[in-house]
């Protein structure tokens, strides 16, 4: 049988209960680590990594740094760091410059 066991938060350091329901559904999951943190915190930690997007690694085309974008670099497609990203953004005028308009 199973007992509520107390167990302390890696996180935010409070106590919370592992309790003998969850201690059952861990051994029938074959989860032999007990949970480092209380619900509050791993819920927010759920929260946080569903918010945060995958990221993959890449070189950048330009300046060759390693570095990671939110998409899945496609070989033979440029990819950029950051910097170089920002840098090429300005660098391509999205519209005409209104003064091409002036004749
Ligand atoms: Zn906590
Ligand atoms: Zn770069």
């Known amino acids: 049988m199973y007992e ?3 167990l302390v938060c890696e996180d935010c350091g409070c106590e919370f209960v592992f ?3 969850e201690q059952e559904f861990y051994a029938e ?4 680590n007990k949970p480092k943190r209380c619900p509050e915190c791993r819920k927010t930690r759920r929260k946080l990594h569903r918010k945060s997007r995958r990221m993959y690694d890449a070189v950048c085309s330009k300046c060759g740094v390693q570095t990671q974008v939110p998409f899945k670099p496609v070989p033979g497609k440029e990819v950029y760091c950051r910097d170089c990203f920002k840098e090429v953004a300005e660098s391509t005028p999205a519209e005409q410059p209104e003064s091409t308009t002036v004749a």
């Not at 999951?29 to 032999?32: A, D, E, N, S």
């Open 19 to 21: 309790t003998a329901g």
């Open 4 to 6: 509520d066991e107390k």
């Open 29 to 32: 999951k074959g989860l032999v």
